[in-house]
C-alpha cells in the first residue's frame, strides 16, 4: 500500500488547510491518523480515525482539526481551521491493522504572518 500525502502549505495564524491522504487502494478495517513532526521533536499523534468513523485527537488540536475518512476512495483527510504557529510541522498520514503500517511521505505545514 502506498500512501500520498497532500494540502501542505504556507498559511497564516488563524487560516485553514486541508490535508489529504490518499492510499493506492482501500483503507477498510485500517486505522487510519495524521502525526506531525516539528524539528527537533519527536512525531506525536495528531488525530485518529477508525474504519467505523470513531475519532480521537490530541489535546492541542481539539476543537480546531477535523479527521475523516472515505474508505471506498481510500482517502484519510485533516481540516485544520485556526491554525496555529505551534501547528506548523510536517504532517504524516498512516495506516495500521495489527502489527502492519504504513506511511506517507509528509507534507509541510508552516504557519507564519
Known amino acids: 500500500v502506498q500512501l500520498q500525502a497532500s494540502g501542505g502549505g504556507l498559511v497564516q495564524p488563524g487560516g485553514s488547510l486541508r490535508l489529504s491522504c490518499k492510499a493506492s487502494?482501500?483503507?477498510?478495517?485500517?486505522?487510519g491518523s495524521w502525526y506531525r513532526q516539528a524539528p527537533g521533536k519527536q512525531r506525536d499523534l495528531v488525530a485518529r480515525?477508525?474504519?467505523?468513523?470513531?475519532?480521537e485527537y490530541a489535546a492541542s488540536v481539539k476543537g480546531r482539526f477535523t479527521i475523516s475518512r472515505d474508505n471506498v476512495k481510500g482517502t484519510i483527510d485533516l481540516q485544520m481551521n485556526n491554525l496555529k504557529p505551534e501547528d506548523a510541522a510536517t504532517y504524516y498520514c498512516?495506516?495500521?491493522?495489527?502489527?502492519?503500517?504504513?506511511w506517507g511521505q509528509g507534507t509541510q505545514v508552516t504557519v507564519s504572518s
Open positions: 487502494g482501500t483503507i477498510f478495517g485500517w486505522l
Open positions: 480515525i477508525t474504519t467505523d468513523g470513531k475519532t
Open positions: 498512516n495506516i495500521r491493522f495489527r502489527s502492519t503500517e504504513y
